[in-house]
């Protein structure tokens, strides 16, 4: 604390004009503030007749404002809940949720607007300057703090018994890891969760429609067919961390059309089977173009090509899409040949 | 306490109910003071100012329909079947908290009004924090002494999207639930920790059992919690620092005009909170918002297409799927950089407007206190910064929404894409350069007003046949206005070389700095505003040209 001062260049930038200054324009400064311009009367400050339509006009606000709200109540105990009223040009609405919602508005517009309208009209506008102080302090009041401070500091001792200092910072530090382990039971480690799937070497392809078994005849070609593995179903516990997983797509391709040799390895066929799942961030591919056997995640429109390995052709997505292999058991159903060989969904840190 | 008979007749018989009730509250918390202090406190009017008062406004209005629909939602992921009134859903399986919310919207009474202004006031909320910060931005309201509060307001901004995250997941409704999917995607991208903190979150695999449970409690306590705490530090300091004010006569920095708290700001300001509300009720009386019966429960295999999330979100998913998917795989990891990239991309665009007022002041080394705002045209490198930073916003919103252009307009999803990834450069580059020439430009104009007056469109015929328009003097006020304005000249480093040639270090931070000033304040920067000598000049010797 070297200066007891406010430096100069800390105070509100000065202006041509101390405050208040009524300046007129002289040689000097063309420029000069010339002050508050004088108060403007506004109609109801001079006709009397004026401000009582102004404040006929609040009361009345005020009023629709009462019957808004009688009209929310009536139409509360009135309106039956499913009731539905076509209004123009929205559409079809609910109806109490209509009344309600405009009688609501209405009554809180009212208040709102009656309010608005008595101070504009009706109370003073005169306009008030008031002054500013520094944000700072003045430099006694500085000195003082930095004085208490030091005071306070050194009957402390905290700066002197640098052993007592450490240990307490030792043990301040520490102690958060205590919230921190009680974290840990927020969740499981991943392990190798994120690389397996339900599916498994014979395990059936379930129509996800249907729930049948599915052969390779009923897969036509221009179809997207979902699948999910046999055995599984919606009401099992962990259905839905399951199938965010074992979702998978099948489409039918002419055998020559395949370009990629593993693909057509694992395929049957020309019965191909990928993972439903975004190798971008998850979400699951729903669209399909039939003439060109593209398939389209509809979150963030990254296109995978089905008869060149699934790989990226068009987005955000990194790798191909993980496929399946398959085959036919000895009733015909199509069945897994196995687990998908990477994992399924977007990529971690972990993936490889 | 004062023992004087009169005093103490008065203060039991004569005194009004509710001064002797103000006493009372007097003795005990000191109110007096306080309204010494803040009833007559004075608030300068402009119509931006509102945009502030929108905010507060429709948070508490989201607090209070918020806490109602806290009665009767239900935070479980546990599978039911639906039994309720909407009957195209009959017999579905889906969580409880999807249940709870077809409930609140077929079932209970006004339950849907309620869920509609709570959605609409959060969409009101962050579009009304959205649009109030680039007001202080572009004022310059954010300098000294308020760049704290310039924080707060971006605490409440970050946590405001936040908490509408976390809010409008809890339906768990298929589009939202796609959302979180697509949260869990971005958090797993993290390199080292990532799948950790995917699967702490999730309380395992996704989408799990606990994350509505635990969306829940962070939406309606944790964040609005820390976020009722900031809007009341943030409501302080703006008592505190007193409002600011766009120059003008009789307006200074050491004052502030305008009118009285008690009782024209308690009326205008009072009755603004019922006229945002009012608005809400009414827009949710009349546009719906969120219909989750429309979408159905979550499934992790289904999906639909035009998946958008909030409006405040947009930007975070364009830049999701614009990015090209970059992926590097090294000694059997993986960094995803097509969707890392993104994140760090969305955190960078957040920091920046932290850090902005920092910048500036550190370029200005202006140590002083600004209460007379800037008219955006004034500071036109700041001005266009932030039209780039808006340009570059939007770019990304479009990317957000590139399925919908190209449905809409029936382009190429994929042209849309690479406009976006082209524009999200090119576009903040262009928007900055021509809104700096357009601030140059109402420069140049302010100057030729105040120096050769108004154009008054009255043509003259002179005697010798020419024509002339005639332009009108400015009045005193006018004059004033237009030149109240400071300007900066640039930093300069000085010689790195002293008389006796011998070299004088010169750090890089200086040297960047000087830079930087002459790009803020250089001469193709700014227009120098007119001075006295110059408007003498003009007006006195031979009139008007």
Known sequence: MSSQDIPEENLPAEQDHAHGAVATADEENPFADPGLPPHEHRIQDIDERAAKRSERAVAFLFTVSMLATIGFIVSYLAIPNDKSIFVFPIGHLSAMNFALGLTLGVALFCIGAGAVHWARTLMSDVEIADDRHPIEASPEVRAKVHADFRQGAAESGFGRRKLIRNTMFGAMALVPLSGVMLLGGLGPAPKTKLRHTMWAKGKRLVNMNTGQPLRPEDVAVGSLTFAMPDGMSEHDEDFQNEIAKAALMIVRLQPDDIKDKRELDWSHQGVVAYSKICTHVGCPISLYEQQTHHVLCPCHQSTFDLTDGARVIFGPAGHALPQLRIGVDSEGYLQALGDFEEPVGPAFWERG | ?545
């Not at chain 2, 300069?492 to 750090?507: A, L, S």
């Open chain 2, 1 to 545: 306490m004062s023992t004087a008979p009169n005093e103490q007749s008065r203060s039991r018989g004569k005194a009004p109910a509710g001064e002797r009730v103000a006493d009372w509250a007097d003795g005990r918390l000191g109110i007096y003071s306080l309204a010494k202090a803040n009833m007559r406190k004075i608030f300068p009017d402009h119509w931006s100012f509102m945009l502030g008062e929108v905010c507060m406004y429709s948070f508490i209005i989201i607090i209070l329909t918020g806490v109602y629909l806290t009665l009767f939602f239900h935070p479980s992921m546990n599978e039911v079947e639906y039994h309720g009134s909407y009957v195209p859903m009959q017999g579905q399986l889906m969580s409880e908290a999807f249940n709870s919310t077809l409930h609140i919207s077929f079932d209970v009474r006004g339950g849907l009004l309620i869920r509609q202004i709570h959605h609409w006031g959060a969409v009101v909320f962050l579009a009304g924090m959205f649009v109030h910060m680039m007001r202080v931005f572009f004022t310059g309201a954010f300098r000294k002494p308020r760049e704290v509060n310039w924080l707060f307001g971006f605490l409440l901004f970050v946590l405001g999207m936040f908490t509408g995250f976390t809010g409008y997941s809890l339906p768990d409704d298929l589009l939202s639930g796609t959302g979180v999917r697509i949260a869990e995607g971005l958090v797993l991208s993290v390199p080292i920790v990532g799948t950790y903190i995917s699967f702490f979150l999730f309380g395992g695999e996704f989408p799990g059992h606990d994350f509505v449970a635990r969306f829940y409690s962070i939406h309606i306590l944790l964040l609005p919690g820390i976020m009722l705490g900031l809007m009341v530090a943030h409501l302080i300091l703006v008592f505190y620092h007193k409002h600011t004010q766009f120059a003008g006569p009789g307006k200074t920095e050491k004052n502030v005009v305008g009118m009285p708290l008690l009782p024209v700001y308690m009326a205008k300001a009072g009755g603004f909170f019922f006229l945002v509300f009012g608005v809400l009720a009414v827009l949710a009386a009349v546009a719906q918002i969120n219909p989750i019966w429309a979408m159905g429960p979550y499934r992790p295999d289904q999906v639909s297409t035009g998946a958008q999330p909030d409006w405040y979100m947009g930007f975070s998913e364009g830049f999701v799927r614009v990015m090209p998917g970059w992926e590097i795989n090294v000694a059997g990891h993986t960094l995803v950089l097509g969707v890392l990239i993104p994140l760090i991309v969305f955190g960078l665009m957040l920091v920046s407007i932290a850090v902005y007022p920092f910048i500036e002041s550190w370029i200005t080394g202006d140590k002083r206190e600004h209460h007379i705002l800037d008219r955006p045209r004034n500071a036109p490198t700041r001005t266009a910064l932030g039209v780039a930073w808006l340009t570059f916003f939007a770019m990304a919103m479009v990317g957000g929404g590139n399925d919908l252009w190209a449905t809409h307009f029936h382009l190429s999803v994929n042209s849309v894409t690479y406009f976006v990834r082209i524009f999200l450069f090119a576009g903040p580059v262009i928007a900055y350069i021509v809104t700096k020439r357009i601030c140059l430009g109402l420069q140049r104009r302010d100057r030729e007003k105040v120096l050769h007056g108004r154009e008054t469109g009255i043509i003259k015929r002179l005697p010798h046949g020419e024509f002339i328009e005639v332009h009108e003097p400015l009045s005193q006020e006018q004059l004033h206005t237009l030149t109240a304005h400071e300007q900066y000249t640039p930093a300069e480093i000085g010689p790195t070389v002293d008389e006796n040639g011998v070299e004088r270090k010169v750090p890089a931070s200086q040297k960047l700095r000087a830079k930087l000033s002459n790009a803020y304040y250089g001469e193709h920067a700014q227009i120098p505003k007119p001075r006295a000598e110059e408007y003498k000049e003009i007006t006195s010797g031979h009139g008007h040209h």
